[in-house]
């Protein structure tokens, strides 16, 4: 059996464990949807790391990389390991970009080890925040949150900015964020505890339980003066709601619907509002402008050190039980950024 160097003990490398699609879904993702396969850990070559990784994210763009429907992306295939972002330790170096024992940020899939291009791997410290808020909030779901709202939406002191999937990765980022900048921030989540984890942690002026029967009786009494930036990550009935409620030259950043996932798309009837209020709206994928990436992620983490941005993780132990997480996330059951712990 091979063994490396990790300081300075020794120790075997056990075989891969990996998640691959079975099979695509048809409406709603299932557990059996994945497979766990074993595999002999990767060889690392000239110019690469070999990672273990520590952590896996889990995020809702997945479901669309294994839909046959078109996408920003290349779909994942039958029979071919799930895309992910993990944080993982180099425990095999062949580059000078890294040594044994760096915690290291890469796309390496669902899976415990990863023999990975040094180009595509970044190092990250985690002196003063925990490595697995590189998968989150400093991460690319805070970047997402950054580039929507500060790109597109713009929004300016004084204004209502509305963020569904208020209590998630992306949404307690972007409404934080749109609070630093003066703004009134009114969220929506599913479920009161959401609610209340938003507006008293997160610091939100409003929060409204899309699940109550008068949802929009209350979301109309949190909006006396209509919204002026909407970060969309939900569409479907949510996002119908909301755009009668557009102020006049307001901006929307459609980040996301994710309740269209898994169910045929929701027929919207209030399209109107946006030639009728002049509304900016914008799909942005987030991937679009890597180079900006640097200078938000070290804005992010020097917020999160400084405590001025406050995150939630939802967090699943063991790769096996990866798939039934997602199924769950993408069901709204995670609390905050949805992870998946691999090592003990």
């Not at 074993?38 to 889990?58: D, F, K, T």
């Not at 839909?67 to 895309?83: I, R, T």
């Not at 989150?136 to 970047?143: D, E």
């Not at 992620?297 to 995150?311: D, H, N, P, T």
């Amino acid at each position: 059996m091979r063994s490396v160097r990790v300081g300075y003990t020794a120790r075997p490398l056990d075989m891969n464990q990996q998640i691959i699609l079975v099979e695509r879904p048809e409406g709603w993702v299932r557990p059996d949807h994945f497979k766990l396969v074993e595999s002999p850990v990767p060889e690392a070559q000239e110019g690469e790391i070999l990672v273990r990784n520590h952590w896996l994210s889990l995020d809702p763009y997945m479901r669309s990389r294994i839909s046959a429907a078109k996408s920003y992306a290349q779909g994942v295939e039958p029979g071919q390991l799930m895309v992910g972002g993990t944080v993982g330790e180099v425990i095999e170096s062949h580059s000078d970009r890294f040594k044994p024992g760096d915690m290291v940020l890469a796309a390496t899939g669902w899976q415990l080890f990863a023999a990975v291009s040094a180009k595509q791997a970044l190092k990250i410290e985690d002196d003063d925040v925990p490595p697995s808020a590189y998968l989150g909030v400093i991460g690319m779901p805070g970047i997402t949150a950054w580039t929507g709202l500060m790109t597109i939406c713009e929004p300016k002191a004084g204004e209502t900015v509305v963020v569904d999937a208020a209590s998630g990765a992306v949404g307690s980022v972007v409404g934080q964020l749109a609070k630093s900048v003066g703004c009134r921030v009114v969220g929506i989540a599913g479920g009161s505890a959401k609610c209340d984890f938003v507006v008293n942690e997160l610091g939100f002026d409003a929060c409204i339980d899309h699940k109550r029967s008068d949802f929009e009786k209350q979301l109309s009494a949190a909006l006396p003066n209509g919204v002026d930036c909407l970060f969309e990550n939900v569409g479907g009935a949510i996002f119908e709601t909301l755009l009668p409620r557009m102020n006049v030259f307001s901006r929307i950043a459609l980040c996301g619907m994710v309740s269209e996932f898994n169910r045929p798309p929701h027929a919207h009837h209030t399209l109107r509002s946006i030639l009728i209020n002049r509304i900016k709206l914008q799909g942005f994928i987030v991937s679009d402008h890597m180079e900006t990436w640097p200078a938000i992620r070290q804005e992010l983490r020097e917020r999160v050190a400084r405590g001025q941005i406050k995150f939630r993780e939802s967090i699943t132990q063991g790769l096996a039980n990866a798939p039934s997480a997602f199924v769950g996330m993408l069901k709204g059951e995670n609390f905050g950024k949805q992870l998946v712990r691999l090592i003990d």
